[in-house]
C-alpha cells in the first residue's frame, strides 16, 4: 500500500479514491459493540467498487472516557478495522479527534457541564488530547497501509461550543500536528476543517490553517452550504462545488501543495433524485484538476433509519444501503472509476483572479462564499473549461503564473475597477 | 431476598445497610470494559462486610448512545453485575439516568451541543428517556434480588445544565416515576436529589418531590455542604447530619413515608483523618431514628488515583481501596454493624418546631440549611437524645404528635415570636 507521501505528487501521479467509512450497521455507536465480522463486509463493498483506501472515524469519548484513562481494548479496535482494511486491498486514513459526526459531537463528561472547558484553549483538556492523539497515532502508525492521520472530521463544528479566537485554533491544531509527527513520524498529518474556514468572515477557523497546516490541504465539498440554492442540484454551480474548493485551496496555498477532497457527498434533499449525475458531473469536474491529490467519497453506506435525529440528509449518503445493495452514487462511481482518463500533462489553463485573498484577509471571506459574484463569475467561466484561481498578489507573478500552466488571465468585469492591474 | 416494599416497614423492622458500588477497577468506565471476574471480586469485599445491598449505576449515553438503540449487550452486562450481587448474597437497587456520578455528567450527543436539549424539558428527550428507562427497569425487574429503581443519582445535578423550573422538575420525575412503575410494576421506584433540594430557596427541584415522588423518601447526607465547616469533621453538626436530614425528611413527609439514607459517606479533606470516628457517631446518631428505613454507604471502593479530574474529596471515600483492603470506613461500619442494636420500640422523643415548611415554601429552605440557626438548634438539643422535626403546621396537632411518639414539644427561643402557638 502507497503511502501518502509515495503517492501524494500531483500530476501525472495516480489519482486516489476512496470512500469515508460509515459503518452500516449501528453507525459509529458500533465501536461500542465492535463485530470485526461486520466491518469486514462493510470493507468487502467497498473495495468491490475499486476503491483504494477509506478514512476512518474513532470516538474520542468511548477510548478516553477520562483523561487519564486511555482503553486498550477500543485501540485496538481500531487497529483490528486498519488489518481488515489490509486484507480487503484498501489503505486507511484514521481521523483522531470525533469530536464531531453529523451533526453529533462526542465530548467526553471530563470537558462537559461540571468540568466545562473549551478543548481548544483550555491547557489541561489540551494536555489529555495531546496524549489521546499520540497514544491513537503511535498505534495506527504500527500498521503498514495506514498512511495518513488526521487531527480529526471537522474539529471547527466543535464551535462556537467551545470557544476559541483564531490564533488559539491555529496554535491548538499546529500543536497536536506535532504530537502526531513525533508519535508517527512517516505519517502524514492533516488538518481538516469545513469550508466555514473559506467562507464566513467570523469564523475562527482560518483558510490560512488549511493550506498552511499539515502535510497537505483537505477540503470538503458539501453542496447544501449554499451551492445548491443557487440554481438546484444539478446545475453547475452544484456540480463544480468541489472544483471550486480545490482550486481555492491551490491558489491560496503553496505551490505544489496537493489538496485532497476529503470529503463529497451527494446529499438528497439538496441534490434532488438524480444521484448519479450529481456524481457523475462533480468527478468529471474536479478530477482533471492539477492541484487534486485524491478524492474520498462521503460515504461508504446509508445510516440506518432506525437511528434517530440525524438530519434528514445524512441518511441517504451512502454508496451502498445498510443491507449492502449498490446505490445509484455507487454505481455511478464506480462507473467513473472504470472510464477516468490518466492523469493528461498540465494543459494550458485560464486563471481567474480573485478580488480579495481570504488567507491574508480572512474579514473578506465571505467574497468567495457559495452565490458571490466572484463564485457565480468562476462558475460561469468553468462552464467552457478548467479554470484555476489566481490570488490578488500574484495576478502580475508572471513565475507563478507559469508554473501552474497559466496561460490566460480573467478578471471579473464588476471587480475590474478594483483589482490592481 | 426481601423486596424493599417487604422490608420497608420502619418501626421493628431489621434495617437494611448497604454500599453504593463504585468498581474498583476503572471505577464506572469500567461499563465499557465488563470484566464479570472484577465485580465478582469487588461485590465479595462488600459481601464480606456483613452489608446486605448494593446500588449500581449504569452509565445512560453508553447504553442509549443514540436516542433510537438502547444496546443490548450493556443492558445484560447491567443484568450480569445483577447476578453476580445474587451470588454474594446481595440485594440490587439500579440507579437508571447516570447523569451525574462524582462530578461527571454523562449525557450522550444528541441532548448536547449541535443538539442542546435541556433532559428535563425537551418532549423528544424525554421521549427517549421513557424508553430508556422503561427498557432497563423492566430487565432489571426479571431479577428477585433486584429490590427498587432510582431514576438516577441526583438528578438535579444535571441542572443548571439543563434547564428546568419546579413544576417542570416535578412532572419530569413523575413521568418518569411511572415508567418505572409500569415496566417493573413489583419494584420500589425512587427519586433522588442532593441535598439543594432542601436547602437551596432558588433550587427548581423541591423538597416536595422527595417527600411525595417515588415510594418512600431518599436523603443522600454530605458534610461537605457546610456542615463540616461549622465546627470540624467530627463535631457534632457533622455526624448528626444524616440523621437531621433523615429528621427533616420525615418531619415534612406523609405519616410513616420511610426514609432511606441513600448515601453517606466521610470525605476526607472535610471530615478529617479519624475517619473511622466520623462513621461511628454518624451511623450511631442516625440509625435510631424511627423513620430509617436503611443507610447505604458511599462507596465501596476507592477511586484509582490514575483516573484524574475528580474533586479531591471522591478519591478516598471507598470501604475498600482499589486494591481490596479494607480502609478505616470499612473496618468502622463493620464493627458498627456488628453491635447494633435492634430497632428498639419507639421510645418517647422531643419534637423540634421548625420555623418554616420548606415543603410548602420553598423559597423558605435556606432557614433550614447547615448553619441556619434552626439547624444549630437542633444540632444543640440533638446532643442530649433524640429529636425529630415538627412541621410548623404540626405542633398542636396532638394526634399527629402522639403517633410519631413526641411527647414533649420544644421551640427555639429566637423564633418563639414568630411561631403561631
Redesign the interface.
Known amino acids: 500500500m502507497d503511502r501518502l507521501s509515495d503517492a501524494g505528487s500531483t500530476g501525472a501521479g495516480a489519482m486516489r479514491f476512496g470512500a469515508n467509512y460509515v459503518p452500516s450497521k449501528?453507525?459509529f455507536?458500533s465501536w461500542?459493540?465492535f463485530d470485526p465480522e461486520a466491518v469486514r463486509r462493510d470493507l468487502a463493498d467497498i473495495a468491490s467498487l475499486g476503491l483504494d483506501h477509506v478514512r476512518i472515524f474513532p470516538v474520542w469519548p468511548?477510548i478516553q472516557?477520562?483523561?487519564?484513562?486511555i482503553?486498550r481494548?477500543?485501540v485496538d479496535d481500531v487497529l483490528a478495522v486498519i488489518d481488515l482494511a489490509r486484507a480487503a486491498g484498501l489503505g486507511v486514513a484514521v481521523d483522531v479527534i470525533q469530536g464531531h459526526l453529523s451533526?453529533?459531537?462526542?465530548?467526553p463528561?471530563?470537558v462537559?457541564?461540571?468540568?466545562q472547558s473549551s478543548v481548544f484553549t483550555d491547557r489541561?483538556v489540551r494536555a489529555g488530547l495531546a496524549e489521546y492523539v499520540s497514544e491513537l497515532a503511535g498505534a495506527v502508525g504500527t500498521r503498514d497501509n495506514c498512511f495518513a492521520i488526521t487531527l480529526g472530521n471537522e474539529v471547527n463544528?466543535?464551535y462556537p461550543?467551545n470557544d476559541v479566537d483564531p490564533a488559539a485554533a491555529s496554535a491548538w491544531a499546529a500543536e497536536l500536528l506535532d504530537v502526531v509527527r513525533a508519535a508517527a513520524p512517516h505519517l502524514t498529518a492533516l488538518h481538516s476543517v469545513y469550508d466555514d474556514a473559506w467562507y464566513a468572515a467570523d469564523h475562527p477557523f482560518g483558510a490560512a490553517d488549511a493550506v498552511t497546516l499539515g502535510d497537505l490541504t483537505t477540503v470538503h465539498s458539501w453542496v447544501f452550504n449554499g451551492a445548491t440554492a443557487i440554481a438546484g442540484g444539478l446545475a453547475p454551480a452544484a456540480t463544480s462545488h468541489a472544483d471550486y474548493l480545490v482550486s481555492l485551496a491551490a491558489a491560496f496555498g503553496p505551490p505544489d501543495r496537493p489538496v485532497w477532497l476529503q470529503e463529497i457527498g451527494a446529499p438528497l434533499p439538496d441534490v434532488g433524485a438524480d444521484v448519479g449525475l450529481f456524481v457523475h458531473r462533480s468527478l468529471a469536474t474536479v478530477s482533471p484538476n492539477p492541484a487534486l491529490w485524491g478524492i474520498t467519497w462521503w460515504a461508504s453506506h446509508d445510516i440506518d433509519r432506525?437511528?434517530?435525529?440525524f438530519p434528514d440528509r445524512e441518511y441517504d449518503l451512502g454508496l451502498f444501503t445498510v443491507d449492502h445493495r449498490p446505490k445509484p452514487a455507487g454505481k455511478a462511481l464506480q462507473e467513473f472509476l472504470r472510464s477516468v482518463p490518466g492523469r493528461a500533462p498540465d494543459g494550458r489553463r485560464t486563471g481567474l483572479v480573485c478580488p480579495v485573498d481570504p488567507v491574508l484577509d480572512p474579514l473578506a471571506r465571505a467574497a468567495v462564499a457559495p452565490g458571490s459574484p466572484f463564485h457565480l463569475g468562476w462558475v460561469r467561466l468553468r462552464e467552457s473549461g478548467p479554470v484555476s484561481i489566481v490570488a490578488p498578489g500574484k495576478a502580475r507573478d508572471a513565475e507563478h503564473l507559469a508554473s501552474r500552466g497559466i496561460s490566460e488571465l480573467a478578471v471579473l468585469g464588476t471587480e475590474l475597477a478594483d483589482f490592481p492591474c
Open positions: 449501528g453507525w455507536y461500542l459493540d468511548w472516557p477520562n483523561r487519564g484513562l482503553r481494548d477500543a451533526s453529533f459531537d462526542f465530548l463528561s471530563w462537559l457541564t461540571w468540568h489541561r463544528n466543535l461550543t432506525a437511528l434517530v435525529d
